[in-house]
Structure formats: C-alpha cells, structure tokens
C-alpha cells in the first residue's frame, strides 16, 4: 500500500525559506514521477512542481525561481526547497506521483506571515 508522509512545514515570514521531505514507501519510487501539491485554504489543490525519474523539473510560474524540487532515490525520498516565500505560498503541501496519484498523506503546513 502506498504511503507518503510529508514534513518540514512550518511558520515562516515572507521572505524566509523552508525545506520539505516525503518519505514514500510501496511504490516503485525510482521509476515514478513524483510531484508536490499545495492546496490552500477555499481553493483547489494544485500541482506545484514535478521530478521526472531520470531527474528533469518543471514548476509552475509563479514558484520558479524560488522553489527547487529534488529526490533520492536510495531513500525513496522526495524534498521541496522554497526559499523567498511569499504569503501566497501559505498552504498545505503534499507528495505524490505525477500520473495515478492517490493515498494522499496529511501533508505538511506552511504559514507564511509576519
């Protein structure tokens, strides 16, 4: 069964940065394409970033150049680097495959606030 626990979150002030990690486990990790999601507070999730298995990025406009995405294959590990964090970015954050994604962990939450 596949199992994604994502951490890192927290309170931050704009302009600070945040490293998120998620640990997946029952899924061939290092043959998927993985992603991180935010969904915030009245609005639907989105998909923020994406890491193919041979390593490619993309983002979405409005987190490029502040948030780097990168994996670990030996530890089935995926992580989220957000610097230059605006409030906008407030939202809880989740891993999961780019393509069959489903048993959503409970994600970690960013605050971004003065």
């Known amino acids: 069964q596949v199992q994604l626990v994502e951490s890192g979150g927290g309170l931050v002030q704009p302009g600070g940065s945040l490293r998120l990690s998620c640990a997946a486990t029952?899924?061939?990790?290092?043959?998927?394409?993985m992603a991180w999601y935010r969904q915030a507070p009245g609005k639907q999730r989105e998909l923020v970033a994406t890491?193919?298995?041979?390593?490619?990025?993309n983002y979405i406009d409005s987190v490029k150049g502040r948030f780097s995405i990168s994996r670990d294959n030996a530890k089935n590990s995926v992580y989220l680097q957000l610097d230059s964090l605006k409030p906008e970015d407030t939202a809880v954050y989740y891993c999961?495959?780019?393509?069959?994604?489903?048993?959503w962990g409970q994600g970690t939450q960013v605050t971004v606030s003065s």
């Open positions: 890491i193919s298995r041979a390593g490619s990025t």
């Open positions: 999961n495959r780019v393509f069959g994604a489903s048993n």
């Open positions: 029952g899924l061939p990790f290092s043959i998927s394409a």
